[in-house]
């Protein structure tokens, strides 16, 4: 779908140009971490490209991205080469993530001051990222698997310096590629990287909470259109576009459990609202609600506002 200007009511399309060289997408992206993916960059072309070795053989890593929400790793590659597949390359990165876990995290502690340990890292979280000016449809067709652990982003640079990162989806999803290869590089990545849907955290059998997350969700995601919808084991996560986690949902078989990221006591509701902050639980959030009715959306999408600006005070409009 092309960009287009608007001219006294009249749309023209914009011209796209090309980039020179792959280090200034790279430069370019690394610079903009935050602002395009939500992400903390720890290495690559602007410091020193980070790299592992496996069997004899040199992984050298473009970008490497933490989420610090979910506190896990992002590889990020650049390619203008049309001919190489992303599966393969896409697992044997990852694979060699998995295989030196403690490499990455000494990265991660150095370049950002931090004192992870490999047991706070979220491993299941992590993927990798391919950007390039242009996918073949061999590329394309090769994401059509279910639960992939790879994300294809076509960047695309026009005329007056704007710039366009469009995800590549799939046109359909077939069945898990671990279950149709042998392959001991996707068997090693699919046994510690995961990647979850609704299915996971909805029973068949739990018609009316179904129901009702479709309904708050459609309404949710008009009120921000840049809201990503993300699946982890135990909760749904609505991500900001600068990464943050404001709204969260923990399932429940008659019903959804809300979190937010803003104190109980700090507005009134006609939900009751709870506290959580002092609590044991799985999701980020620090106050939730429990969501029974389809009545009841309205007041929680208003909550989730109120809890995006919140979490986002520190962010200049």
């Known amino acids: 779908m092309p960009i287009y200007k608007i001219d006294k009511e009249k749309l023209t399309s914009l011209s796209s140009k090309k980039f020179d060289l792959e280090k200034d997408i790279q430069s370019l992206t690394e610079k903009n971490l935050e602002e395009v993916f939500g992400l903390k960059f720890i290495s690559g072309s602007l410091n020193n490209e980070f790299f592992v070795n496996v069997e004899e053989q040199d992984f050298y890593i473009d970008t490497l991205a933490f989420n610090e929400e979910e506190k896990s790793f992002y590889i990020i590659e650049y ?6 597949s992303v599966i393969d390359q896409g697992f044997a990165y990852l694979s060699a993530m998995i295989s030196h ?3 990455f995290v000494l ?10 340990t490999k047991k706070e890292i979220n491993w299941e979280g992590s993927r990798i990222i391919f950007i390039s000016t242009e996918f073949t449809n061999y590329q394309r067709n090769a994401i059509n698997f279910k639960n992939l652990p790879i994300f294809l982003y076509e960047v695309i640079l026009y005329e007056n310096n704007i710039i366009n990162y469009n995800p590549i989806k799939p046109l359909r999803t077939s069945e898990s590629i671990k279950n149709l290869t042998k392959d001991k590089t996707i068997q090693h ?3 510690e990287i995961k990647v979850y849907s609704q299915d996971d955290l ?3 059998n739990w018609s009316s909470s179904k129901e009702l997350l479709q309904e708050f969700e459609i309404q949710l995601l008009k009120t921000d259109s840049e809201t990503k919808v993300k699946y982890t084991k135990l909760y749904i996560a609505y991500v900001s576009k600068h990464g943050r986690n404001y709204v969260e949902i923990v399932p429940q078989q008659q019903g959804l459990k809300i979190f937010y990221r803003f104190p109980f006591k700090f507005l009134k509701s006609s939900l009751k609202i709870e506290d959580c902050s002092k609590k044991g639980h799985w999701t980020n959030g620090i106050s939730y609600t429990y969501l029974t009715d389809s009545l009841q959306i309205n007041e929680a999408i208003q909550l989730s506002k109120e809890s995006y600006q919140y979490l986002h005070r520190d962010i200049k409009k």
Do not use: R
């Not at 990265?107 to 992870?116: A, D, T």
């Open 189 to 191: 990545v699919s046994k």
């Open 101 to 103: 876990k403690a490499d």
């Open 107 to 116: 990265e991660l502690n150095e370049k950002l001051k931090k004192n992870y």
């Open 79 to 84: 390619k203008k080469d049309k001919s190489f």
């Open 202 to 204: 909805i029973p068949q």
